[in-house]
Nanobody, 115 residues
Framework: QVQLVESGGGLLQPGKSLRLSCAAS???????????MGWYRQAPGRERELVAS???????NYRESVRGRFTISRDNAKNTVNLQMNSLKPEDTAVYYC??????WGRGTQVTVSS
């Protein structure tokens, strides 16, 4: 059974940095390294939206509002994907979800940016 577990969320002030991690398990072989990975977020009353993604070749895609502030990375040896978030803004407040291969979701981790 594939599982994705996010960690690293928290409450912090605007302008600070945070690093989210997602650990994937429950599969074998090269499934993880050949899969695309993504970070999504959902704020109260809003639809879930893509924040950043990385395909198996390392090509990345970012939401315009986070480009230059957020960086997605992956470690195929550890089956993890990370999201480095810098210069955080109150509008970044949301539950952040990890997604694997457009199939599997984690349960999310809360990020709250507030002064």
């Amino acid at each position: 059974q594939v599982q994705l577990v996010e960690s690293g969320g928290g409450l912090l002030q605007p302008g600070k940095s945070l690093r989210l991690s997602c650990a994937a398990s429950g599969f074998s072989g090269s499934f993880f390294s050949s899969a695309s990975m993504g970070w999504y977020r959902q704020a109260p009353g809003r639809e879930r939206e893509l924040v950043a993604s990385m395909d198996s070749t390392g090509r990345t895609n970012y939401r315009e509002s986070v480009r230059g502030r957020f960086t997605i990375s992956r470690d195929n040896a550890k089956n993890t994907v990370n999201l480095q978030m810098n210069s955080l803004k109150p509008e970044d407040t949301a539950v952040y979800y990890c997604r694997l291969a457009s199939l599997y979701w984690g349960r999310g981790t809360q990020v709250t940016v507030s002064s």
